[in-house]
């Protein structure tokens, strides 16, 4: 049985390659595809920073969506912003909101510190700026 079409074959052909001329997808275009803490290894983490990870990655979660974490407690909030920062144990998470005349920043930032990291301290963040 052959099924028939109104279009030729070359249509289905060049709608299946047109996404593959349009170039490389930049990596902030899926930011949320990426794993949490891109680039940090979580197998050098001690065992004593296990438990504060976990909460870290709860927190972070919370605040990719715009909700105040659970286990860290509000610190202050940046000046002339309404950037607010969370401080957990062993972790500083900032949900950045910060207007700028031509551009806006928003998105939750992380700092693990060393007594997680079992090392240097590492920052990751989701921030997306809009405008110029």
Request: charged residues 20%; aromatic residues 12%.
């Amino acid at each position: 049985m052959k099924i028939r079409t109104k279009f030729p074959a070359f249509v289905f052909i060049a709608l299946f390659a047109l996404p593959a001329c349009a170039g490389p997808i930049s990596a902030s275009f899926f930011p949320r595809l990426h794993p949490l803490f891109a680039g940090f290894d979580e197998t050098k983490v001690p065992p004593s920073g296990k438990t504060s990870l976990a909460q870290a990655k709860a927190d972070f979660q919370l605040a990719r969506h715009g909700k105040a974490p659970l286990y860290a407690t509000y610190a202050e909030t940046i000046p002339y912003t309404h950037s607010r920062v969370f401080k957990g144990k062993g972790y500083c998470i900032t949900l950045v909101k910060k207007d700028l005349v031509d551009s806006f920043y928003e998105g939750p930032k992380i700092v693990l510190d060393a007594s997680i990291t079992g090392g240097q301290p590492c920052g990751y963040d989701e921030v997306e700026i809009t405008g110029d």
